[in-house]
């Protein structure tokens, strides 16, 4: 297990190795249009967050991110991409209720507000799952809720760090923009869910009024 955490650190260095002035606004707003293309183009959902939450690792060096899927019903977060977290660690927290003291994803979650813990080691909202992350090499973590435009909550977007800190400007902002993407691919998602239920239900009742019609 602490060897696949360092390969994923070791990863997120070689990615904001090369980042520096040269990573400008323009080329981040650059990015952001080509999600949005591919939102327009129909991309999966998966497809999507993931390049969202890649975009954000790109910025800083040994930065991984993720973004959880908040399922209203049962008040439980799900995965939704963390493509450079140790897979056991997500699929640790794949499920975990929202809470008060639920780690930094389920505090945001059930706050409705964003959370930042600087480390994660005497953190009270870590108890739970402080074992967890330490074995995994994870020093500090803070979220932020994803809403709807209506201010539905549609998940959380968390940023990971190997030590103690607190995030930068700059990463708030860029994590600001993250969540927009992140809500605007999820909303699309879901109304495309919905148009699919319709549509089976539409044949179903097709279905059986041609039947009863036969009778």
């Known amino acids: 297990e602490t060897r696949g955490t360092d390969v994923a650190w070791g990863a997120a260095q070689e990615r904001g190795g090369g980042v520096d002035e040269s990573d400008t606004e323009s080329s981040f707003e650059a990015a952001q249009w080509r ?27 040994g930065v991984l991110c993720s973004i959880l899927l908040y399922d209203e019903r049962d008040q439980t977060l799900h995965h939704g991409s963390a493509p450079h977290l140790p897979e056991a ?44 992350a330490e074995a995994h090499g994870l020093r500090a973590c803070w979220s932020s809720p994803i809403f709807s435009s209506d201010g539905a909550l549609l998940g959380t977007f ?28 999820i909303l699309r998602d879901r109304a495309q869910e919905s148009l699919r239920r319709s549509e089976e239900r539409a044949r179903e009742i097709a279905q059986l009024y041609s039947v009863s019609s036969a009778v």
């Open 35 to 61: 999600i949005l293309e591919q939102l327009a183009g129909g991309a999966p959902l998966t497809t999507i967050l993931d390049a969202i939450v890649e975009l954000i690792e790109s910025r800083g060096r």
């Open 89 to 132: 660690y997500v699929r640790a927290l794949d499920g975990s209720r929202i809470g008060p003291l639920e780690g930094s994803c389920g505090a945001a979650a059930f706050r409705r507000a964003r959370v930042v813990v600087e480390d994660i080691r005497t953190h009270p909202f870590w108890d739970p799952y402080r074992e967890l």
């Open 158 to 185: 968390a940023i990971y760090y190997p030590e103690p800190r607190h995030p930068s400007a700059d990463e708030e902002a860029a994590v600001r923009s993250a969540t927009h993407l992140a809500s605007l691919a």
